[in-house]
């Protein structure tokens, strides 16, 4: 009897992994009329563990996403050589310690945020980039500014010194086609890169929806299922 063919390393699989959503990116931005350089790539690795975060980091990926505090922080401090990006909301009361290892926050969403965030940076000696998040479908249990609350919001965080505004990310609203919001964000984007320059970022797209992101002018991709497998449930 032959064996069974060894599993797959885990470095095989993410390399799989990598290579699907590269296809992924790079196909959607060719139809778009976009290069593919135009789009970043960020493994969003919360839950898997920080050897992930490293294998993927040797295969090139160096932008890696986290959605909670705790988790975000340990791994920073374990591997080296990746921009961190926290993707989740931000507890006012979290966001020194947030602000003392990211390099991104991409979920600045109201004043009181940008405030605690800049008094972080500042004490730790950094200026991290900031994106605003917009509210897409107005559900505050998602987090977001609404899309009129955003340029005032703008110009508060570029009056800080502790932060850099880099630009807006969003999350698709549940249960309904992703362009026409992703649309409704660039617009937002635009605005404020017009008022900002040099705030150009615009976050949106994961797993699911890439390519509606890609196409509307995304700048940068969150992705994680579709490189590094389905997160085990939480268990509450
Ligand atoms: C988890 C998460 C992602 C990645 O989602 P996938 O569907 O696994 O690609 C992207 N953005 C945010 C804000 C997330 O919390």
Redesign the pocket.
């Known amino acids: 009897m032959t064996p069974p063919d060894p599993p797959l390393g885990r470095r095989a699989e993410l390399a799989a992994g990598l290579a699907e959503v590269e296809a992924r990116i790079t196909a959607a931005a060719v139809a778009a009329g976009r290069g593919r350089e135009e789009v970043t790539l960020v493994a969003?690795t919360?839950t898997w563990p920080a050897s992930d975060v490293a294998l993927l980091r040797d295969l090139g990926v160096r932008e890696a996403?986290e959605?909670k505090d705790a988790e975000a922080a340990a791994k920073a401090a374990e591997v080296e050589g990746v921009r961190w990006h926290f993707?989740?909301q931000v507890q006012t009361n979290k966001a020194r310690s947030v602000a003392s290892y990211a390099d991104v926050v991409?979920s600045l969403d109201r004043a009181r945020l940008a405030r605690a965030l800049d008094e972080g940076a500042r004490r730790a000696g950094r200026r991290p980039d900031v994106l605003l998040q917009v509210s897409l479908d107005g559900d505050p249990q998602r987090g977001g500014a609404l899309p009129a609350d955003v340029p005032a919001l703008a110009a508060l965080v570029a009056g800080l010194e502790g932060l850099r505004l880099a630009g807006v990310m969003a999350?698709a609203p549940l249960g309904a086609e992703p362009r026409p919001a992703f649309d409704r964000l660039v617009a937002v984007g635009q605005q404020v890169s017009a008022d900002h320059p040099g705030a150009c970022v615009v976050s949106a797209g994961?797993?699911?929806d890439l390519e509606a992101a890609v196409a509307a002018g995304a700048t940068l991709v969150?992705?994680?299922?579709?490189l590094l497998g389905h997160?085990a449930p939480l268990l509450r």
């Open positions: 969003v919360k996403g959605n993707v989740g991409h999350v994961m797993s699911g969150r992705v994680g299922t579709a997160r």
